[in-house]
Nanobody, 115 residues
Framework: QVQLVESGGGLVQPGGSLRLSCAAS????????MGWFRQAPGRQREVVAHITDTGITDYADSVKGRFTISRNNAKNTVYLQMLSLKPEDTAVYSC?????????WGQGTQVTVSS
């Protein structure tokens, strides 16, 4: 079992920044991929960014150059640094972890970009 706890969401003006954190606990050594998804009202959930256990990253085209995913293995935490936020980034952001045979999700954190 893996538990994921997100933090760092909130309200920010367009052009602002936020950093999301996802702390993993439990059987963390089974995790081979972690990342972030988001879901806006009335839209399907979409992938935002992923990072492998070896540090390889991947991003959705809509966030490339603005978002950075990173991990601190000592703290079992993955971060999503979000810069130059746009209103269309407004969504519930959920942390995700993949292990052999099972996926895990956090509870989600709201990010609202509005003036």
């Amino acid at each position: 079992q893996v538990q994921l706890v997100e933090s760092g969401g909130g309200l920010v003006q367009p052009g602002g920044s936020l950093r999301l954190s996802c702390a993993a606990s439990g059987n963390i050594f089974s995790i081979n991929l972690m990342g972030w998804f988001r879901q806006a009202p009335g839209r399907q959930r979409e992938v935002v960014a992923h990072i492998t256990d070896t540090g390889i990253t991947d991003y959705a085209d809509s966030v490339k150059g603005r978002f950075t995913i990173s991990r601190n293995n000592a703290k079992n935490t993955v971060y999503l640094q979000m810069l130059s936020l746009k209103p269309e980034d407004t969504a519930v952001y959920s942390c995700h972890a993949t292990t052999p045979g099972r996926n895990y999700w956090g509870q989600g954190t709201q990010v609202t970009v509005s003036s």
